[in-house]
């Protein structure tokens, strides 16, 4: 998966912030890599969270043995703060999607509406790069 530099999917997740008490979103890639992020934050300050959220999964995922079956598939971490929250969920093969909001926020709606988008999302993920052809016989 690569990075994608114009933000084209950046409007899906400025979609998904038009929920009370949200803030920011940001899509990864599982090595960290930015791949889009809502208009809120900044391309640097996306790219720093993408490469802390990376390494949020990867600790959340290794801790699976705690459930009580080390193969148990990592769905998503919420992390909580004096100043509010952090969701983090699986947004396709080698994806996540990571969203902040306060403490005042709806976390069931969150996580909701988080999973919509991941479906939106993989529709994109997953489609083709399309190819110029060549109209001359």
């Known amino acids: 998966m690569t990075e994608v530099t114009n933000n084209k999917l950046g409007w899906m997740l400025d979609d998904a912030l ?61 992390t909580e703060f004096e100043d509010g929250y952090v969701f983090l969920v699986a947004a396709g093969a080698n994806a996540y999607l990571a969203m902040s909001a306060s403490p005042q926020v709806d976390m069931e709606d969150v996580s909701y509406r988080l999973q919509e988008v991941v479906q939106r999302l993989g529709k994109e993920l997953m489609s083709p790069v399309r190819q110029a052809t060549d109209a001359s016989p």
């Open 18 to 78: 038009r929920m009370p008490d949200t803030r920011y979103a940001i899509l990864l890639s599982a090595d960290g890599l930015l791949i889009a992020h809502s208009d809120g934050i900044s391309r640097d300050d996306a790219e720093r969270q993408a490469a802390g959220m990376s390494g949020l999964q990867s600790l959340a995922r290794s801790t699976a043995e705690f459930c009580g079956n080390p193969e148990t598939v990592w769905h998503q971490t919420i």
